[in-house]
């Protein structure tokens, strides 16, 4: 059905839409129309009470429709990249098998300013939103059939996070998608939900019971709740003293079960406020799900998958700093439990430092495979952890369960669950360092196997000297393992190293064989990206009981050359690698150290050699870019968003041989085809009252150094008050002029990216001014500028003569000739001669930018 936005009811018209032509349509329509699903289309006009459209394509605007699934599959037949706006207000239900088409977008809004780069705000406010449905919820769509987001596409449910309790929750206005009976999501693309997903068929879920299935490849956000942050100079001081500052935290906007299969992501939006303007907003991203060797609290590995399924046990309080609601996890296949890290513009919150806090809110259950318990873990009152008959759980590090939420009169503070920590073992327990807790086992012939390199926990607390912040007495170092049907329990007070315990009648006891273990410390590692980094690596064969004449040995392989290699041996059991700076703008760098031990076993006659391989990646160089919607100075003095530059588009740039302004074209603009993401966005006040926005790094002529300087996230506080080169058009021309860098802050950002590089040039106009693309280091401040910044003569004729120029033949039609010129490849000897530039560095440049060349330019 279409509507004409007049209110005038004419003669109804049917006209089989097959029939209809586009012409036709347009004319009956006029500029504006509303359009309804249906395989005919009626003209009638009828009250607005009665049809009244729900939401609109961004490429037309003009047309509204009145069915969501109408306007997906629009967007989805047309080749263009869509988004789909439903209307602030609209509360519209899913009837119908929809999919939300590759590249397309379906925005739920709480306000006509949302849109794909805007789909949250800050916000001061205190309690959870939803608790406040009259006031705060703007928007309710309901799905009550399949839908399904295709690859790189985005559903973006709206909403205010920030708050002061909880922290970085949502707390003002926002959007709602909701689950009715029959409805569910199957995601290979992105869900960013900073409003909530709620499920209004929770109660009569089965356990297993999926409403969101999250594929390979596919990624969902939410913000992170922190119930008892405190102030910031408080969890500052903790925080300072090896103490993690939050018990309390989880991801509380998605209330329908979820499952995450391997190579999927689930990131948690960090966002913490603080009343001293020192703080402000600050956020973030971590990530809680990922792949076995990324960064992540929840580490898939290969066929593995995690049910999570929200409880509302009861609703969630509003004027308190705590919840009562529950997380439960179910996995299958072999996962790891690691870390939370999320860095808050100077806030590291990285739990590998401290003991990670497992509260109250947290059910995990491991039903088949191996789950390994990675860093120092404390699971505090309420929580849960059960171990199913046919999996594994390791313990590589100190773990502890609390009887209380008081020990030794320490409380935690603002904490809400009194029942103890329960630790439910009826499959195999693996214990290699400090262990303290209850484990109470369900059924006969569970395993408990307590490595040689077993550590008593006892009498610590964590503490600044003066305040004790938790429950940190861990009892005296026993393992306490107990019948919890009938009351047995039996104490380990000396725990035997090299022991290992059997369940039978649902008490352990202790068997006599020999566990032997061989490990290497770390095992894995990951550098920053573009910079080598050192590991000290040890070797442990365990126990030694017995054994004679062990040797170990080293060896390392991987990466591009030999000399990258090199080990270096502290003690035969102990040796420090580096990985190298990997120059790579495309590929990380992956190494491998091989240790070897042999010994002569307990026969005394027989050598056996045992084998570990640690794994350690370089990681790529950044590239740097700006963002999108970044403005780039036109040739004709205009201006255009840096996503929409093409190749042999005219912009303005500098020419360094005379100094001059001048219309150049674009060699490329890398990026453009790459999906919207969430990056840490640097934003750069400058004196001109102009801000630009960059990724990784961008670079400025800095009159105060007189030569390009690559800012980055890491670096940006030391430019400030640097004066920089800026260009404006006035009257008709393009005038040279100064501006100071007077701030730099950082937020977290879906946007998309790019970076477009000048022909001979490379640099552009950006917001007024004159910058460098990102991750060309080498390719430019060849030669010394002078006071007009073109390149200084007399010094620019010393370089050459002292180093030469590069011919083409150096390429041997490498490269076409058209690319040698455009990047000055003469001057490339001279860089090299300066040690600016390295043959590997050039290679890499040729290998990564040389494709895109190629394919936006149709160079051959």
């Known amino acids: 059905m279409i509507l004409n936005k007049n209110n005038n009811i004419k003669k109804k018209i049917i006209i089989p839409f097959s029939i209809l032509s586009i012409t036709t349509l347009l004319s009956l329509i006029g500029k504006s129309s509303y359009v309804l699903p249906g395989n005919e289309i009626d003209l009638t006009i009828k009250e607005d009470k009665d049809v009244k459209p729900v939401c609109y394509i961004d490429s037309n605007k003009d047309i509204k429709y009145t069915s969501i699934e109408k306007a997906l599959k629009v967007a989805k037949n047309d080749n263009n990249v869509n988004v789909i706006n439903v209307y602030p207000g609209v509360s519209y239900t899913i009837t119908k098998e929809c999919v939300l088409g590759e590249n397309d977008a379906l925005i739920i809004p709480y306000s006509e300013d949302n849109s794909i780069d805007k789909l949250t705000e800050d916000v001061e406010n205190s309690g959870f939103a939803d608790n406040k449905k009259d006031t705060y919820r703007k928007c309710l769509v309901k799905l009550a059939n399949k839908l399904t987001l295709m690859q790189n596409s985005t559903l973006g449910i709206c909403g205010k996070t920030g708050g002061t309790g909880p922290q970085g929750g949502t707390n003002g206005d926002y959007a709602e998608l909701q689950f009715l009976d029959g409805g569910y999501i199957d995601c290979y693309g992105l869900i960013k939900c900073y409003g909530y997903i709620h499920d209004s068929i929770e109660k009569n879920r089965k356990e297993d019971d999926v409403a969101i299935y999250v594929h390979e490849g596919a990624k969902v956000g939410e913000p992170l709740a922190m119930y008892d942050w405190g102030s910031s100079s408080n969890s500052l001081n903790k925080m300072k003293h090896e103490v993690f500052p939050i018990n309390v935290f989880d991801l509380p906007n998605i209330r329908a079960p979820m499952n995450f299969d391997y190579g999927s992501q689930l990131t948690a939006f960090g966002h913490i406020y603080g009343s001293n303007p020192l703080v402000g907003h600050r956020k973030a991203s971590g990530e809680i799900i990922s792949k076995d060797n990324d960064e992540g609290f929840l580490q898939l590995q290969s066929g593995s998958s995690i049910l999570i399924n929200f409880d509302s046990q009861q609703d969630l309080l509003t004027d308190q700093t705590y919840t009562n609601h529950s997380l439960f996890m179910r996995s299958k296949g072999n996962i790891n439990i690691s870390a939370v890290v999320v860095s808050l513009s100077g806030y590291e919150l990285d739990s590998k430092k401290y003991y990670l806090p497992i509260s109250g809110i947290y059910h995990l259950n491991v039903l088949s495979g191996k789950c390994i318990v990675k860093y120092k873990t404390k699971f505090l009152p309420g929580s849960e952890l059960e171990v199913a008959s046919n999996a594994q759980v390791e313990f590589l590090n100190n773990v502890t369960f609390y009887s209380s939420k008081k020990s030794n009169n320490v409380t935690i503070p603002s904490y809400n669950f009194n029942n103890g920590a329960n630790f439910i073992n009826n499959g195999e327990l693996h214990i290699s360092k400090g262990f303290d807790g209850k484990i109470i086992n369900n059924i006969d012939n569970s395993i408990i196997e307590v490595a040689e390199n077993y550590n008593i926990i006892s009498d610590s607390y964590e503490s600044d000297g003066n305040k004790k912040y938790g429950p940190f007495q861990f009892g005296g170092g026993q393992i306490n393992l107990a019948d919890d049907i009938n009351g047995v329990n039996v104490s380990f007070k000396n725990v035997t190293k090299s022991s290992k315990y059997k369940s039978i009648n649902k008490y352990y006891y202790k068997l006599d064989e020999i566990v032997r273990t061989f490990k290497i410390d770390p095992d894995n590692g990951k550098s920053d990206a573009g910079k080598e980094n050192t590991y000290t690596l040890k070797a442990n064969l365990t126990p030694l009981d017995g054994l004679k004449n062990v040797e170990y040995h080293w060896e390392c392989n991987g990466g591009y050359f030999n000399n990258d290699k090199k080990i270096t041996q502290i003690t035969a059991q102990q040796v420090t690698y580096t990985t190298p700076k990997n120059e790579s703008t495309s590929d990380d760098l992956t190494y491998y150290i091989h240790c070897y031990a042999t010994y002569v076993d307990e026969n005394g006659d027989t050598i056996k050699t045992s084998q570990l391989t640690a794994t350690f990646i370089a990681t790529k160089t950044d590239s740097g870019c700006i963002t999108s919607n970044t403005l780039i100075l036109m040739s004709n003095g205009t201006y255009k968003k840096a996503i929409d530059i093409r190749a042999n588009d005219l912009v303005m740039s500098i020419n360094h041989e005379t100094g001059k302004i001048e219309p150049t074209p674009i060699v490329f603009n890398d990026h453009i085809d790459k999906e919207a993401d969430i990056y840490d966005v640097l934003s750069l006040e400058f004196s001109n009252d102009k801000t630009v926005e960059i990724v990784y790094e961008h ?119 058209e690319v040698y010129e455009a990047f000055n490849g003469k001057y490339l000897k001279v860089a090299m001669g300066k040690g600016i530039l390295t043959k590997k560095l050039l290679n890499n440049y040729i290998e990564r930018y040389l494709p895109i060349i190629t394919k936006q330019n149709n160079c051959h």
């Open 699 to 817: 670079g400025f002529f800095d009159l105060d150094t007189n030569k390009y300087e690559y800012i980055t996230l890491d670096n940006y506080q030391s430019f400030i008050g640097h004066r920089f080169v800026s260009v404006d058009y006035i009257n008709g021309k393009f005038i040279k002029g100064i501006a100071t860098l007077n701030k730099g802050y950082i937020t977290n950002k879906f946007t998309r990216i790019c970076s477009p590089v000048t022909y001979k040039n490379l640099n552009i106009i950006t917001e007024n001014m004159l910058s460098m693309p990102g991750g060309i280091s080498g390719l430019f401040n060849i030669f010394e500028y002078d006071k007009n910044l073109a390149y200084d003569q007399v010094k620019e004729n010393e370089d050459i003569n002292k180093y030469g120029l590069l011919d083409y033949s150096y390429f041997n039609n490498l490269i076409p000739y």
